[in-house]
């Protein structure tokens, strides 16, 4: 017997329609690029003051995805502890408990990193309607501590509502930012969120990448930070460090951007990724606890079949795609305005 045709509704094909829109398969390019080898080397010091001694939550491991493997690791901790580690799946960051006795604590580790980017055209990613967006991408869309896009929403609306959807309003963002502040060492602190840095117009890498985060999001723009290395990043900002910067949700893939404008994305490491700095802090402390700079080292190689790390105009991407539920889109009775009002609990 002929299995039984089934008739699709009218909602069915709105929804269809919406993501042919948003998802033209045919104009997805094919990766033209050979994978980039980082070989990371990462040094951390400290003394523990407390007789007690002090917990440490480390997120200091690269994290393992489709297009990003890491090899040879190598961890050594200068005291005789066993660290417990775990993995958060939805964004592959991995993380490193440990209780260290007073006295000098050093945390060394180092990996060869493949990276193995997507690359697409930036004219064809466009902006994701909220009620399309797959659920675990929502969560990036609402305020956090450090990114108070809820507060941001007039200025967002006033230098961007005007421009087209889709990434080169994203793009406009970075930019818009990278004229407003000034990369200047030591002007921040654990505080200092995306509204201080609206105000004080200085900052470091975490400072450009809140701001961005929360224009993006009081779009209804899903924004990320992400942590590696600053690699590429000029001597005259210091020596090598750790490195925040910024993923945004278009079509269907999370996409890099630098905000400081101060490293070169092809070469970034993945380690973190979050909603804000709150969530992917390499070192989180518990304790009394004194601490030295970072050393980092982040070496790209240039044997066959690997490409070192360069800008590119291509849209870049190390995470796997999330696209948008096969049973569409979510229809709701009423048309939505651009802005976003919140119903709070009395």
């Not at 994978?35 to 200091?60: M, S, T």
């Not at 609306?157 to 793009?171: A, D, K």
């Amino acid at each position: 017997m002929a299995p039984k045709l089934q008739r699709r509704s009218a909602k069915q094909f709105r929804c269809l329609d919406v993501r042919r829109r948003l998802f033209p398969r045919r104009e997805w390019p094919q990766n033209a690029t050979m994978p980039v080898q980082i070989a990371l080397e990462l040094k951390l010091e400290y003394e523990v003051k407390h007789p007690d001694g002090a917990d440490f939550v480390f997120n200091i491991h690269p994290a393992i995805n489709v297009h990003q493997d890491v090899a040879d690791e190598h961890l050594h901790i200068s005291q005789a502890v066993v660290p417990q580690i775990a993995v958060e799946h939805g964004t592959g960051s991995r993380f490193m408990r440990l209780h260290a006795n007073a006295g000098p604590l050093i945390v060394r580790y180092a990996a060869t990193v493949t990276i193995d980017h997507h690359l697409a055209e930036p004219d064809i990613l466009e902006e994701v309607p909220v009620r399309c967006l797959p659920l675990e991408v929502m969560p990036y869309v609402y305020p956090s501590r450090y990114c108070e896009s809820d507060r941001l929403l007039k200025l967002a609306f006033s230098e961007f509502g005007g421009l087209w959807p889709g990434y080169s309003r994203v793009l406009a963002i970075q930019h818009w930012v990278q004229r407003r502040v000034s990369f200047v060492s030591n002007t921040s602190t654990s505080t200092t969120s995306a509204l201080d840095t609206v105000l004080d117009q200085v900052g470091v890498c975490r400072d450009f990448a809140h701001l961005m985060i929360a224009l993006c999001r009081a779009l209804n723009i899903p924004a990320r930070i992400a942590t590696g290395t600053d690699y590429g990043a000029s001597e005259a900002l210091g020596p090598p460090d750790f490195h925040a910067y910024v993923e945004v949700y278009l079509s269907d893939r999370w996409y890099l951007f630098d905000p400081s404008g101060s490293g070169i994305p092809m070469g970034f490491v993945r380690i973190g990724t979050g909603r804000d700095a709150a969530d992917v802090a390499y070192a989180t402390i518990f304790g009394t606890v004194e601490s030295k700079a970072p050393i980092v080292r982040a070496q790209a190689s240039g044997a066959p079949g690997f490409t070192v790390p360069r800008h590119r105009r291509e849209a870049l991407s190390t995470v796997e795609p999330q696209p948008v539920p096969d049973s569409g889109c979510a229809e709701f009775g009423a048309v939505f305005a651009a802005a976003v009002a919140k119903q709070l609990p009395s």
